[in-house]
Structure formats: structure tokens, C-alpha cells
């Protein structure tokens, strides 16, 4: 199957016994793909499965290897863009390596999973942040990508935020009452969403009174957790200080940017089609079989075809709840991710685990 | 003003490139002045030029001057080029 026939199939729709097989046969094509195109990752198969890729399984590699080496799976050339993981919680940066094919198709995967969550049109849209982190040209940092890929479910954007991180009230207040009749989208990052914004419309005691709009934010629960803020708590405050809005948190990494994993009605992360969790023991990282047991996250994706992103054992902590049988109706495994690894835990760069 | 001249003003303004540049050879991505930002940039003023709103699908197919034509022309087929 090529990607004009993947990117047309349904996004929530396929059972396990639909999904599966499929998938994972898509997964072991490109296991191979990477293995013939990518010399480090060749390199790295053949150390430690001496000489070739396993018949049986696809191998994950650390997340963090590509914040060690650039991986890539095309000539030097045919780069078109770098991304870049943000960076802020430690001093090594993970770089992506990708070609036009490869940026064009992470664009039209994550509209089509958006548009699930959005609907079809564009809305207005209130991003909480302040502009000048787009404005970085060759290198984009996570947040810039984040907003930058965002933006094209939104039409009038505007920042709520000064470069400051203090909110600029005039042009949020304007925002919303020129489009008080519409439905709008509201994307931030969790942390600043929170912390710059919530927190701060709290403080002076301002209620925007909303009457209709999307939130989504992502970027994980690191702080939040630290302050003991639980999702619900964000939510319910978050809609006493901005009024009708529904939130929806996602999760996602900068390494397989395109398939993110979006939060339900009944707050439950949802597997796109194109992509798979796996959940491994902290213990040995073998894959653990049943559901509703933490352990490692390990995400599968196909949509990696520039660098050698497909199966990555991630530094997260996460439950699967369950497969097809979620309330909100969706199909596939859905799950929730409790926090990251700590550091005493993670294994050296070089550990890959299939 | 033509419907040619107020594209290639559009052009001109949100990519910020000469005006020679603008033409059949130009491409989202080729030109280093046409990155996703400048893209984002050059919707809005399409969208103000011409009074269309584009579909999510076509700002991310408009990856060339002369798809942006063949788009227009879509949105309102008394355009032409």
C-alpha cells in the first residue's frame, strides 16, 4: 500500500483485527526500507542483531539517539528541512532530518487527524503564546513547528501573548468579540496555557466568557505535575476563567511529528491509524501484555520515511487502557501517559529494544 | 488592477521577494523566501485580495505560483490569468 491509498483510510475507524495486520506489515516494510536507505541505522541493526533486521519483530530505537547523531535515511541533498526538539530541559537538542515528501506528508497526516477534533473549516484562532516564536527561519524549534503546523486549521491568527509572556488583553479581548457568533480554536502549549494565561486571567480576576471554542494543547505535564495540577483540575479552571471551551490535550514528540495521539471526551489518548503504542516493562523492557499496566511507551509510526523514526522507545511513562472499546466511540488502542521516566532509569544512547 | 497583477503583488508583499522573482518556476520550499511562515503570510493576503476563505487541503496543495492560480480560479471562476 502506497501513501496515496494510507492517507485515505479512516482515522479511529479500524478494529484491531482490521488495523493490525495491515500495520504492521506497512511496519516491517519500512523497518527494511530504513534499513537499506540509512547507514547509521544499519549500523546500529547490525551490532546488535549481528548482521541483519530481525525476521520477526521491528527494533525501536531510543529516542534519544537523535539527539546524539543525525540519522537520516536520504543523501545529504535531498534535506529540506532540520527540526528540532525545543531544547529546555536539557542542553542536547534532538535533530529530524527531513525531505520535502517526508515534511509535505507529516503536514497532510496531522490535518487529517485534526480535522476529526476541529471539523473541516477553518476556525478563528487564539494562540497562547507571543509571535516572535515563529519567527526563526531554517531551524525551527518545537514550539515554533507546534504553532507553525497548527496554523493552518485557524484563519485570524492572533497571539495572546507579549514577548514578555504577559498577556496582551487588548488583543485577546478584541479577538474574541469580533468573532463572538463563531466557534474558535484556541491552541497553546499545556505548561504556558496554564501558567501565562489561566493562571494569570485568574489573578486579576477576568472571566472571557467564551461561548464556543476548541482548546487543544500538548507539551506535557512535567511542570504541571510538579504544581500537583491534574488535567481535570486544568480543565475545570480553565473553563471557569475562559467560559464554554472544550479541551483536548495531545501528545506527540518532535521525532514522529504528523500522528499525534489526541484526548477523548473521556480524556483518553486515541492511535491514530497510521501509528501504534506499545507499552514495555521498566524491568526489561519486554513488551507488556496486558493492558492497564504502566510501563515504557514505545511509539510506532509509518509516516517516517527521511530518518530512521518508525519504532522509538520513548522516555515516557504510560498505561494502555484498552483497544477498540473506548466510550467515546473511537476504535484502536487508547491510553494515557503519566509522566517521564526518571532520569536514573533511562538507558545509554546506544540501547535499542525490539 | 488584472487579477495577474494583484496575485503577483501578493506575492511580492508576503514572501518579500523582487518582483522578478515571481513567476511560473516559483515554488513553496524551493525559494528560501516561501517557508511555512511566508506560506501562513501569504495565505492571509490571498484570502484578503481576493475575498476567498481556502480549505485546510488546498493551503497545504498550494505549492507553486501556479497552483495558486489554478486554487483561485477554483474559489472564483471569474478570475482568470
Redesign the interface.
Known sequence: MNWEQLITLPVYQLNQAEKMPLFNQQLVELAHYHYQHSENYRDIIDFLYQGKLPEDEVPALAVRLFKHHLLKSISTEDI?RITTSSGTTSQQVSQIVLD?EN??RQ??VL?TIM?QWLG?K?LPMLIIDHPKV??N??SYSARGVGI?GM???G?D?TYALNEDMSINIGAVSQFIDKHKDQKIFIFGFTFIVWQYFIQKLKEKNTQLGIADAVLLHSGGWKKLQDKAVSNQTFKSQLNTVLGNVKVHNFYGMVEQTGTVYVECEASYLHCPIWSDVIIRKKSNLAEEEKNGIEGIIQVNSLLPTSYPGHALLTEDLGIIIGEDNCQCGKKGKYFQVNGRLAKAEMRGCSDTQS | MTAITILVDAFVTALEVPRSEVNESLEYNSHKQWDSTAHMILIAQLENDFEVMFDIDDIIDMSSFTKAKEILTKYNESISF
Request: glycine share 4%; proline share 0%; charged share 30%.
Open positions: 529540506f520535502k515534511a509535505l503536514q497532510k490535518a480535522k473541516g477553518r515563529i519567527k527561519k531554517f507553525q496554523s493552518l486549521f484563519y491568527h
